[in-house]
């Protein structure tokens, strides 16, 4: 995943909506979201090759969801998408499985972690080990620790802001699509240094990535609504695009 944008009770009926883009190989095999067969608490897309996720959420309510941040290291022992496995199968609450996982940030490369519970929102990076409880608003992360603003998140923060102000709150799913299909290319001037040449930064800049071998495969907006109502929208690259799309109340 490498970009997840989120209205945090930003507006009066969503505690929390996300819009969010996986970004990976074409060559990569994936499942899309399903409820998973040996753990059907679970609704998730599923990595084929290491077998975790980039984003899920459980008949309970409960939300992680993870992007890589972008810099050159070494290989580490464990896939970043067990991140998301861990949270949403844990039977802590996720505070605490999300301490567990700081201090156990060094086998993973570099992660953004977002999970949420209860209407309790958390975010955890590798690079400042620092558990944080984040506040309402708009939030929008990708593969640098939030604190860091790229092109992309500006605009992405600005069009979900400018959806949630022109749209009802039934009618987001479409504009907060089209969010994530935004293209538009920002100065090269102000891409950031990430290591990788200034040919891959382009490349990778707009919100929505294409190219031959690597882009934007999969696109999920996510509704929690006040009354327990989750609604899931997938949308995911496979000889054009394809929608899946599940609405289920929560449950204790």
């Known amino acids: 995943m490498c970009l997840i944008a989120v209205s945090y009770f930003a507006t009066p009926n969503y505690p929390l909506i996300v819009a969010a883009n996986r970004d990976e190989a074409y060559e990569r095999p994936a499942q899309p979201a399903h409820f998973w067969g040996e753990n059907k608490n679970i609704l998730a897309g599923r990595d084929q090759k ?11 309510g409960k939300l992680a969801a993870v992007t890589n941040i972008r810099k050159t290291e070494q290989q580490k022992k464990r896939s970043r998408g067990q991140l998301v496995t861990d ?12 301490a567990t996982i700081k201090e156990e940030s060094d086998y993973y490369n570099g992660f953004n972690l977002l999970a949420y519970e209860r209407e309790e929102f958390l975010y955890l990076s ?30 992405a923060t600005e069009r979900f802001q400018e959806a949630i102000d022109t749209y009802p709150e039934d009618e987001l799913a479409a504009p907060l699509f089209n969010l994530l299909s935004d293209r538009k290319q920002p100065k090269t001037s102000h891409l950031p240094d990430t290591g990788v040449g200034i040919e891959t930064e382009k490349l ?27 609604s899931f929208y997938e949308k995911r690259i496979e000889e054009g695009w394809q929608l899946n799309a599940f609405e289920f109340f929560t449950k204790n």
């Open 50 to 60: 290491a077998g975790g996720s980039w984003l899920g959420v459980t008949k309970q």
């Open 87 to 98: 949270v949403l199968t844990a039977t802590s609450k996720v505070e605490t499985t999300c």
């Open 126 to 155: 590798s690079e400042t080990r620092k558990l944080e409880k984040l506040q309402p608003g708009l939030h929008v992360i990708s593969n640098a620790e939030r604190s860091i603003s790229w092109p992309k998140t500006k605009r």
């Open 204 to 230: 990778l800049a707009p919100i929505f990535i294409k190219s031959d071998s690597y882009g934007t495969r999969c696109q999920t907006v996510l509704f929690f609504h006040k009354s327990g109502k989750i």
